[in-house]
T-cell receptor, first 109, second 115 residues
Framework: KNEVEQSPQNLTAQEGEFITINCSYSVGISALHWLQQHPGGGIVSLFMLSSGKKKHGRLIATINIQEKHSSLHITASHPRDSAVYICAVINFGNEKLTFGTGTRLTIIP | KAGVTQTPRYLIKTRGQQVTLSCSPISGHRSVSWYQQTPGQGLQFLFEYFSETQRNKGNFPGRFSGRQFSNSRSEMNVSTLELGDSALYLC??????????????FGDGTRLSIL
């Protein structure tokens, strides 16, 4: 079993829909990252959080440390949001970054 | 402020050769981490360098090595290349490192193909 699990693996939605991507992890962590990867490979760090909730524009990230679960929400989704979204955790103790397998999001106009 | 720069962007090698990839971090960033991304395994952590010292490493064979220079630029080397080494190699920089709860700034990656 992977230390970091994401769901769904693939998600297709219509423009304007509210999107939720989930991340569950099985190890103790000091922080969790949400990353966005567009075709071509470039990765952008969206959020880094260790508790609570963060918001940036139409993106919201939440984390529940007790339940070992984080969610990434996109409001009023747009075709330019189409990308792979990757959850990554910093293992508490060895400080290594472990990645989920990613969620491929496609927003249809 | 310039971002993280990786060179080259694309590289084709044959089995048994060796390769060196380069990463220039954002000015002022002292930590450089390297990652391998493949369709089968996803993103995996290779190693992290801080102030010219390897501070952390993932579970890769000794064929994978790296170093960091006094200006924080980093190189990674893969020797005796295997077909399975075909991947996108990404580096990321941050001020103090992965364990300091700081954003990682990624380069665009080097796509390595092994024939």
């Amino acid at each position: 079993k992977n230390e970091v699990e994401q769901s769904p693996q693939n998600l297709t939605a219509q423009e304007g829909e509210f999107i939720t991507i989930n991340c569950s992890y099985s190890v103790g962590i000091s922080a969790l990252h949400w990353l966005q990867q567009h075709p071509g490979g470039g990765i952008v760090s969206l959020f880094m959080l260790s508790s609570g909730k963060k918001k940036h524009g139409r993106l919201i990230a939440t984390i529940n440390i007790q339940e070992k679960h984080s969610s990434l929400h996109i409001t009023a989704s747009h075709p330019r949001d189409s990308a792979v979204y990757i959850c990554a955790v910093i293992n508490f103790g060895n400080e290594k970054l472990t990645f989920g397998t990613g969620t491929r999001l496609t927003i249809i106009p | 402020k310039a971002g993280v720069t990786q060179t080259p962007r694309y590289l084709i090698k044959t089995r048994g050769q060796q390769v060196t990839l380069s990463c220039s971090p954002i000015s002022g960033h002292r930590s450089v981490s390297w990652y391998q991304q493949t369709p089968g395994q996803g993103l995996q952590f290779l190693f992290e360098y801080f102030s010219e010292t390897q501070r952390n490493k993932g579970n890769f064979p000794g064929r994978f090595s790296g170093r960091q220079f006094s200006n924080s630029r980093s190189e990674m080397n893969v020797s005796t290349l295997e077909l399975g080494d075909s991947a996108l190699y990404l580096c990321a920089s941050s001020l103090d490192g992965q364990g300091y709860n700081q954003p990682q700034h990624f380069g665009d990656g080097t796509r390595l193909s092994i024939l």
